[in-house]
C-alpha cells in the first residue's frame, strides 16, 4: 500500500528531492530517503507507510508531553516505523528503526471514528517522527479537524517550513522534542543530524502560525547534560518563544546503543530546572520522575501551587473558571479548560 508523496520535486534523470524534512533527500530511481520509507518510482515519490498504522493507543495528553492545553484531555496516539534521525539512545527504536514495512491498514476515516468510540478528545501523531507518515496525518488531521477533534504532533521539529505551513490549519499543538541541550556537536555525533537550525527555524515559524508549543530537552547523562547548552537554549526559547513556552526536562534512561551510562542523575535535573527558571521561563517541569514537586505547575506571580500532578496524572486543580491564580489572580498560559471527566483528583 503506497501513496504519491507530498512537498516534492521532480529533477533531471529521474530523480526527486524531497522536501517534508530538512534533510532534503535527493533519490534516484528506486531508492529510498533516509528514512526508509519514503521511495522512488516513476519518476515519483511514494510514502510506503500510508496507512500502515505500527502503533494505537489512547493517552492521556499530558503524556505527550503537553501540560498547558486543554488539561485532562485524552488523545488517540498513532504511529508507522521510520525516523528520519538515527538517535543512538532511541526509545522507541523497534519501530522508528523497523526497516520491514509492516501494520494493518488503516483510512483516515477509521481513525476518526475510533476516537471517537475511545471517548477521546483529540489525535497525537507520535511515538515515531510524525513527518514521516505525513500524508497519513496530514490527511487524518484534515478530517479530525471536520469532525471537532483537536490533532497535536510530537516532533524532533526537523521539518521543513514548507510542510509546517501545509498543516498548520489542522495542526493544534506541537511538542517539539530538543536532546541534548539542542548542542551540534551532540546532535551530530550521537544523533546522526548535520544541523540542528532547521529546528529553531521551524519553532518559530509555529509560533507565527499560531500553534500551541511546548518544548521538551532529554537531558542525556554525560554525553548531553551540558547545564551551559540548556541555558543557551532556555535562552533562546524566551527570546524567540516567549517566557510563557512550557519547558519540559526529560530524564534519560539507558536505551538502544547507549547503554554505558546510568538513568539522568536527578541533581543534574534540579540544577537545570534551576536554570530554566533563572532565565525568566515562567513554567519548567521535569519529566520521567513521577512524584516530583518539579512536576507542579506555580504561579509565576506569587508561587502558589496551582496544580499538582504525578507522572501523566493531575491530582489536584487549584485554578479558576478562566485559569487564573486563585491567590493573586495572575492569568496562567494554559490553551482550553480543564477537562474533569478523567481527572483523578482535585482539591
Not at 534516484?28 to 515519483?44: D, K, L
Not at 538502544?256 to 525568566?280: C, F, H, M, N, R
Request: hydrophobic letters at 35%; proline letters at 5%; a neutral charge.
Amino acid at each position: 500500500m503506497s501513496k504519491e508523496g507530498m512537498l516534492y520535486e521532480s529533477l533531471p534523470g529521474g530523480r526527486v528531492k524531497c522536501d517534508l524534512c530538512s534533510r532534503g533527500c535527493v533519490l534516484a530511481e528506486g531508492s529510498r530517503g533516509f528514512c526508509r520509507v519514503r521511495v522512488v518510482r516513476g519518476g515519483r515519490l511514494e510514502s510506503l507507510v500510508y496507512g500502515r498504522l505500527c502503533s494505537i493507543g489512547v493517552d492521556p495528553i499530558t503524556k505527550k508531553p503537553l501540560s498547558h492545553f486543554h488539561p485532562g484531555a485524552y488523545v488517540l496516539s498513532i504511529a508507522t516505523v521510520g525516523c528520519n534521525f538515527n538517535c543512538l539512545f532511541c526509545d522507541n527504536w523497534v519501530i522508528s528503526h523497523e526497516r520491514a514495512i509492516g501494520g494493518e491498514p488503516s483510512t483516515p476515516e477509521e481513525i476518526v471514528r475510533l476516537a471517537f468510540q475511545e471517548s477521546c478528545d483529540g489525535i497525537s501523531y507520535t511515538y515515531t517522527e510524525p513527518t514521516v507518515f505525513y500524508e497519513f496525518a496530514y490527511d487524518t488531521s484534515r478530517l479530525a479537524h471536520e469532525r471537532g477533534l483537536l490533532n497535536t504532533f510530537v516532533t524532533n521539529g526537523y521539518m521543513t517550513v514548507e510542510a509546517i505551513r501545509t498543516i498548520a490549519p489542522f495542526l493544534d499543538a506541537a511538542t517539539v522534542d530538543f536532546k541534548g541541550g539542542g548542542d551540534p556537536e551532540f546532535y551530530r555525533r550521537i544523533m546522526g543530524v548535520p544541523s540542528v537550525e532547521p529546528v529553531y527555524e521551524g519553532l518559530k515559524e509555529m509560533k507565527r502560525l499560531g500553534i500551541h508549543l511546548e518544548v521538551t530537552n532529554l537531558v542525556v547523562t554525560k554525553y548531553g547534560d551540558s547545564l551551559d547548552a540548556i541555558r543557551r537554549l532556555v535562552r533562546w526559547i524566551v527570546g524567540n518563544l516567549g517566557p510563557d513556552v512550557p519547558f519540559h526536562l526529560l530524564r534519560f534512561h539507558p536505551e538502544y546503543k547507549l547503554t554505558d551510562v546510568p538513568s539522568t542523575p536527578l541533581q543534574i535535573l534540579e540544577k537545570a530546572w534551576q536554570v530554566a527558571k533563572e532565565e525568566g521561563l515562567h513554567y519548567a517541569y521535569l519529566g520521567n520522575v513521577p512524584g516530583h514537586r518539579y512536576e507542579n505547575t506555580y504561579c509565576p506571580g506569587c508561587g502558589a501551587t496551582l496544580i499538582e500532578r504525578f507522572g501523566f496524572e493531575i491530582t489536584r486543580w487549584r485554578l479558576t473558571a478562566d485559569n487564573t491564580c486563585p491567590e493573586c489572580g495572575y492569568a496562567i498560559a494554559i490553551k482550553g479548560s480543564l477537562k474533569q471527566t478523567r481527572l483523578s483528583g482535585q482539591g
